[in-house]
């Protein structure tokens, strides 16, 4: 398998103007780890940035940069999105095409929109999937935990079994034990 790591919509302005979701610290954390081990192992490392015409999001805004927090390399890729599944009008799948990529290691915010709907069009279009499943987060809602849904969305995906390729949860410290 080739893989390659998909860290989804960790963006400024997703994060200044209330309380950082569920376990954000410990996320942000694995994810570094995660991606140091992807580029140790060459596998391409590519960040999605949510984007809208005006806002917080716009293009090219402080709110549409990454947060500071992440780790990044000249070598990594980046993805402009406009909907909740990073491969609509995106040239994502070209580019993990490009790389003869087959399996997708997928982190970042928020679990129950643009994570989960990238895992759903990731399967179907054809590629194994491995949710890190301690290094993806929410916010609390108003019928569920942040914690609650992440469990829950590792669980429900995770069971899916239709797409015809796997989707699996793995814990991030068994990711970069992975060669």
Same mark, same amino acid.
């Given at each position: 398998?080739?893989?390659?790591?998909?860290?989804? =919509?960790l963006?400024?302005?997703?994060?200044?103007? +209330?309380?950082n979701?569920? =376990?954000?610290?410990?996320? %942000?954390?694995?994810?570094?780890? %995660?991606t #140091?081990h992807a580029?140790?192992?060459?596998w391409?490392?590519?960040?999605?940035?949510?984007?809208?015409?005006?806002?917080?999001?716009q293009?090219g805004?402080?709110?549409?940069?990454?947060?500071?927090?992440?780790q990044?390399?000249?070598s990594?890729f980046?993805i402009?999105?406009?909907?909740?599944? +990073? #491969?609509?009008?995106?040239?994502l &799948?070209?580019?993990?095409?490009?790389?003869?990529?087959?399996?997708?290691i %997928?982190? !970042?915010?928020?679990?129950?929109?643009c994570v989960?709907?990238?895992?759903? !069009?990731?399967?179907?279009?054809?590629y194994s999937?491995? %949710?890190? &499943? =301690?290094?993806?987060t929410?916010?609390?809602?108003? /019928?569920?935990?942040?914690? #609650?849904?992440?469990?829950? /969305?590792n669980?429900?995906?995770?069971?899916?079994? &239709?797409?015809?390729?796997?989707?699996?949860?793995i814990?991030?410290?068994?990711?970069?034990?992975?060669?």
């Amino acid at each position: 398998m080739n893989p390659a790591v998909l860290i989804i =919509d960790l963006q400024v302005g997703l994060f200044e103007e +209330s309380e950082n979701p569920f =376990d954000f610290e410990n996320v %942000i954390e694995r994810i570094n780890k %995660i991606t #140091f081990h992807a580029r140790e192992n060459k596998w391409p490392v590519i960040f999605i940035q949510h984007e809208q015409e005006k806002g917080l999001l716009q293009h090219g805004s402080e709110g549409w940069a990454l947060i500071p927090e992440l780790q990044t390399e000249s070598s990594d890729f980046y993805i402009r999105k406009t909907t909740p599944n +990073s #491969f609509v009008k995106t040239n994502l &799948s070209e580019l993990l095409n490009q790389h003869n990529i087959d399996n997708l290691i %997928i982190c !970042g915010y928020a679990t129950e929109f643009c994570v989960d709907s990238t895992i759903r !069009g990731g399967a179907a279009l054809g590629y194994s999937i491995q %949710i890190a &499943s =301690d290094a993806h987060t929410t916010r609390d809602k108003k /019928h569920a935990s942040a914690k #609650f849904i992440r469990k829950h /969305h590792n669980e429900t995906l995770s069971n899916i079994t &239709s797409f015809g390729v796997p989707i699996k949860t793995i814990k991030s410290e068994e990711i970069i034990n992975i060669d």
